[in-house]
Protein backbone atom coordinates (compact mmCIF):
# COMPACT_ATOMS: atom_id res chain seq x y z
CA UNK A 1 0.00 0.00 0.00
CA UNK A 2 1.14 3.60 -0.71
CA UNK A 3 1.00 6.52 1.26
CA UNK A 4 1.92 10.23 1.58
CA UNK A 5 2.14 12.20 4.66
CA UNK A 6 1.72 15.87 5.14
CA UNK A 7 2.49 17.24 8.23
CA UNK A 8 2.03 20.79 8.29
CA UNK A 9 -1.85 21.70 8.33
CA UNK A 10 -1.07 25.53 7.62
CA UNK A 11 2.25 27.39 7.10
CA UNK A 12 2.90 31.07 6.23
CA UNK A 13 5.28 32.92 4.40
CA UNK A 14 6.17 36.55 3.45
CA UNK A 15 6.05 37.81 0.10
CA UNK A 16 8.85 37.30 -2.03
CA UNK A 17 10.24 34.64 0.69
CA UNK A 18 11.04 31.31 -0.08
CA UNK A 19 9.08 28.06 1.62
CA UNK A 20 9.84 24.54 1.85
CA UNK A 21 6.57 22.71 1.70
CA UNK A 22 7.27 18.79 3.46
CA UNK A 23 5.80 15.59 1.90
CA UNK A 24 6.74 12.06 3.12
CA UNK A 25 5.72 8.88 1.30
CA UNK A 26 5.59 5.29 1.77
CA UNK A 27 5.62 2.69 -1.09
CA UNK A 28 6.51 -0.71 -1.78
CA UNK A 29 7.15 -0.34 -5.44
CA UNK A 30 10.61 0.06 -6.96
CA UNK A 31 9.58 2.58 -9.47
CA UNK A 32 6.67 5.55 -8.92
CA UNK A 33 5.89 8.97 -9.12
CA UNK A 34 5.31 12.19 -7.28
CA UNK A 35 3.18 15.07 -7.75
CA UNK A 36 2.37 18.12 -6.67
CA UNK A 37 -1.06 20.07 -6.92
CA UNK A 38 -2.10 23.16 -5.92
CA UNK A 39 -5.93 23.98 -4.80
CA UNK A 40 -7.19 27.63 -4.52
CA UNK A 41 -9.75 28.16 -3.31
CA UNK A 42 -11.88 28.01 -6.56
CA UNK A 43 -11.56 24.11 -5.62
CA UNK A 44 -9.77 23.24 -9.14
CA UNK A 45 -6.58 21.21 -8.81
CA UNK A 46 -3.74 22.72 -10.36
CA UNK A 47 -0.70 20.45 -11.21
CA UNK A 48 2.66 22.10 -10.40
CA UNK A 49 5.26 19.49 -10.75
CA UNK A 50 6.29 16.31 -11.31
CA UNK A 51 8.97 13.70 -10.01
CA UNK A 52 10.04 10.28 -11.37
CA UNK A 53 12.00 7.80 -8.57
CA UNK A 54 14.50 7.36 -10.92
CA UNK A 55 14.69 10.55 -12.25
CA UNK A 56 18.27 11.49 -11.22
CA UNK A 57 17.77 15.58 -10.88
CA UNK A 58 15.45 17.28 -8.90
CA UNK A 59 12.46 18.61 -10.89
CA UNK A 60 11.94 21.97 -11.42
CA UNK A 61 9.36 24.08 -12.85
CA UNK A 62 9.37 28.20 -13.10
CA UNK A 63 9.19 28.93 -8.74
CA UNK A 64 8.57 25.48 -8.46
CA UNK A 65 11.12 22.60 -7.58
CA UNK A 66 11.55 19.36 -5.58
CA UNK A 67 13.89 18.68 -3.48
CA UNK A 68 13.66 14.81 -3.61
CA UNK A 69 15.33 12.80 -1.16
CA UNK A 70 14.74 8.84 -1.90
CA UNK A 71 16.59 7.18 0.89
CA UNK A 72 14.60 9.19 3.17
CA UNK A 73 11.67 9.30 1.15
CA UNK A 74 10.74 12.48 1.08
CA UNK A 75 9.91 14.99 -1.62
CA UNK A 76 9.23 18.43 -0.56
CA UNK A 77 7.97 21.46 -2.64
CA UNK A 78 9.53 24.47 -2.52
CA UNK A 79 8.47 27.98 -3.93
CA UNK A 80 10.53 30.78 -4.47
CA UNK A 81 9.52 33.97 -4.27
CA UNK A 82 6.14 33.64 -2.96
CA UNK A 83 3.33 35.86 -5.10
CA UNK A 84 0.10 36.12 -3.11
CA UNK A 85 -1.38 34.40 -5.37
CA UNK A 86 0.13 31.30 -4.54
CA UNK A 87 -2.14 31.10 -1.37
CA UNK A 88 -4.12 27.47 -1.48
CA UNK A 89 -3.94 24.09 -0.53
CA UNK A 90 -0.90 21.75 -1.81
CA UNK A 91 -1.39 18.29 -2.11
CA UNK A 92 1.78 16.27 -2.53
CA UNK A 93 0.47 12.27 -4.38
CA UNK A 94 1.97 9.62 -6.07
CA UNK A 95 1.33 6.74 -8.44
CA UNK A 96 3.25 3.56 -8.79
CA UNK A 97 4.21 2.71 -12.16
CA UNK A 98 4.10 -0.64 -12.43
CA UNK A 99 1.77 -2.64 -15.11
CA UNK A 100 -2.17 -1.94 -14.66
CA UNK A 101 -3.97 0.51 -12.99
CA UNK A 102 -2.12 2.39 -10.34
CA UNK A 103 -4.19 5.04 -8.59
CA UNK A 104 -3.12 8.12 -7.31
CA UNK A 105 -2.65 8.52 -3.51
CA UNK A 106 -3.27 11.92 -2.29
CA UNK A 107 -1.81 13.82 1.43
CA UNK A 108 -3.97 15.58 3.23
CA UNK A 109 -2.70 18.63 1.81
CA UNK A 110 -0.83 21.97 3.64
CA UNK A 111 -2.77 25.31 3.61
CA UNK A 112 -0.16 28.04 2.62
CA UNK A 113 -1.01 31.59 3.13
CA UNK A 114 1.37 34.34 1.87
CA UNK A 115 1.28 37.50 3.12
CA UNK A 116 2.03 40.53 2.57
CA UNK B 1 -9.92 25.93 -25.29
CA UNK B 2 -9.37 22.12 -24.06
CA UNK B 3 -9.99 21.24 -20.44
CA UNK B 4 -13.02 19.69 -17.96
CA UNK B 5 -16.51 21.03 -17.26
CA UNK B 6 -18.19 20.13 -14.76
CA UNK B 7 -21.80 20.88 -13.26
CA UNK B 8 -23.64 22.12 -11.60
CA UNK B 9 -20.86 24.44 -9.39
CA UNK B 10 -23.33 23.46 -6.69
CA UNK B 11 -25.96 21.10 -6.02
CA UNK B 12 -28.45 20.74 -3.21
CA UNK B 13 -30.25 17.62 -2.49
CA UNK B 14 -33.24 16.24 -0.25
CA UNK B 15 -32.47 12.56 1.64
CA UNK B 16 -33.57 9.77 -0.45
CA UNK B 17 -33.11 11.45 -3.99
CA UNK B 18 -30.77 10.51 -6.27
CA UNK B 19 -28.49 13.03 -7.99
CA UNK B 20 -26.08 13.01 -11.42
CA UNK B 21 -23.20 15.22 -11.65
CA UNK B 22 -21.57 15.83 -14.88
CA UNK B 23 -18.35 15.65 -16.03
CA UNK B 24 -17.25 16.56 -20.08
CA UNK B 25 -13.65 16.59 -20.98
CA UNK B 26 -12.40 17.51 -24.54
CA UNK B 27 -8.73 16.94 -24.37
CA UNK B 28 -9.35 13.37 -26.29
CA UNK B 29 -8.24 11.62 -23.00
CA UNK B 30 -8.76 8.19 -22.68
CA UNK B 31 -9.06 7.54 -18.74
CA UNK B 32 -11.26 9.47 -16.94
CA UNK B 33 -11.68 9.66 -12.67
CA UNK B 34 -14.19 10.62 -10.17
CA UNK B 35 -12.71 11.99 -6.68
CA UNK B 36 -14.60 12.81 -3.74
CA UNK B 37 -12.67 15.69 -0.87
CA UNK B 38 -13.96 15.89 2.44
CA UNK B 39 -12.88 19.06 4.82
CA UNK B 40 -8.92 18.58 6.24
CA UNK B 41 -8.59 15.45 3.80
CA UNK B 42 -7.00 14.42 0.57
CA UNK B 43 -8.80 13.11 -2.41
CA UNK B 44 -10.35 9.63 -2.84
CA UNK B 45 -10.99 7.61 -5.48
CA UNK B 46 -15.16 6.98 -6.64
CA UNK B 47 -14.56 5.35 -9.73
CA UNK B 48 -12.30 5.23 -12.93
CA UNK B 49 -12.53 4.27 -16.41
CA UNK B 50 -9.73 3.63 -18.70
CA UNK B 51 -11.42 3.21 -21.97
CA UNK B 52 -15.19 4.04 -23.15
CA UNK B 53 -17.72 1.35 -22.37
CA UNK B 54 -15.26 0.44 -19.11
CA UNK B 55 -15.00 1.62 -15.31
CA UNK B 56 -14.04 0.09 -12.60
CA UNK B 57 -14.49 0.80 -8.52
CA UNK B 58 -11.90 2.88 -6.69
CA UNK B 59 -11.93 2.82 -2.89
CA UNK B 60 -15.27 4.61 -1.80
CA UNK B 61 -17.38 3.35 -4.62
CA UNK B 62 -20.60 2.18 -2.53
CA UNK B 63 -23.35 4.36 -2.79
CA UNK B 64 -21.77 5.72 -6.19
CA UNK B 65 -22.82 4.54 -10.17
CA UNK B 66 -21.31 5.71 -13.32
CA UNK B 67 -21.34 5.34 -16.91
CA UNK B 68 -19.10 5.60 -19.67
CA UNK B 69 -20.65 5.89 -22.92
CA UNK B 70 -18.47 8.37 -24.63
CA UNK B 71 -15.04 9.22 -24.35
CA UNK B 72 -15.78 12.87 -23.47
CA UNK B 73 -18.39 11.96 -20.56
CA UNK B 74 -17.62 10.26 -17.50
CA UNK B 75 -21.57 11.26 -15.05
CA UNK B 76 -21.08 10.17 -11.77
CA UNK B 77 -24.91 9.29 -9.78
CA UNK B 78 -25.06 9.56 -6.26
CA UNK B 79 -27.74 7.46 -5.06
CA UNK B 80 -29.38 7.05 -1.73
CA UNK B 81 -27.56 4.40 -0.56
CA UNK B 82 -24.65 7.00 0.06
CA UNK B 83 -24.69 7.46 3.26
CA UNK B 84 -22.82 10.85 3.36
CA UNK B 85 -23.05 12.25 0.53
CA UNK B 86 -22.08 16.09 1.51
CA UNK B 87 -18.77 16.26 0.06
CA UNK B 88 -16.81 18.08 -3.06
CA UNK B 89 -16.70 15.88 -6.43
CA UNK B 90 -13.74 16.51 -8.44
CA UNK B 91 -13.71 14.97 -12.22
CA UNK B 92 -10.22 14.61 -13.46
CA UNK B 93 -8.89 12.75 -16.45
CA UNK B 94 -5.30 11.51 -18.77
CA UNK B 95 -4.27 10.12 -21.60
CA UNK B 96 -2.02 7.21 -22.06
CA UNK B 97 -1.28 4.32 -20.29
CA UNK B 98 -2.30 4.11 -16.22
CA UNK B 99 1.01 2.80 -15.80
CA UNK B 100 2.90 5.71 -17.44
CA UNK B 101 3.48 8.91 -15.93
CA UNK B 102 0.46 11.12 -17.31
CA UNK B 103 -0.48 14.17 -15.34
CA UNK B 104 -3.95 14.16 -14.19
CA UNK B 105 -6.12 17.22 -15.75
CA UNK B 106 -8.98 18.31 -13.03
CA UNK B 107 -12.23 19.99 -13.25
CA UNK B 108 -13.61 22.97 -11.13
CA UNK B 109 -15.33 20.69 -9.25
CA UNK B 110 -19.37 20.05 -8.16
CA UNK B 111 -19.63 20.76 -4.31
CA UNK B 112 -22.87 18.89 -3.22
CA UNK B 113 -25.05 19.50 0.15
CA UNK B 114 -27.74 17.36 1.41
CA UNK B 115 -30.67 18.89 3.05
Known amino acids: AQKITQTQPGMFVQEKEAVTLDCTYD???????LFWYKQPSSGEMIFLIYQGSYDQQNATEGRYSLNFQKARKSANLVISASQLGDSAMYFC?????????????FGTGTRLLVSP | DGGITQSPKYLFRKEGQNVTLSCEQN?????MYWYRQDPGQGLRLIYY???????QKGDIAEGYSVSREKKESFPLTVTSAQKNPTAFYLC??????????????FGPGTRLTVL
Open chain 2, 49 to 55: SQIVNDF
Open chain 2, 27 to 31: LNHDA
Open chain 1, 93 to 105: AMRGMNTGFQKLV
Open chain 2, 92 to 105: ASSSGAASSYNEQF
Open chain 1, 27 to 33: TSDPSYG
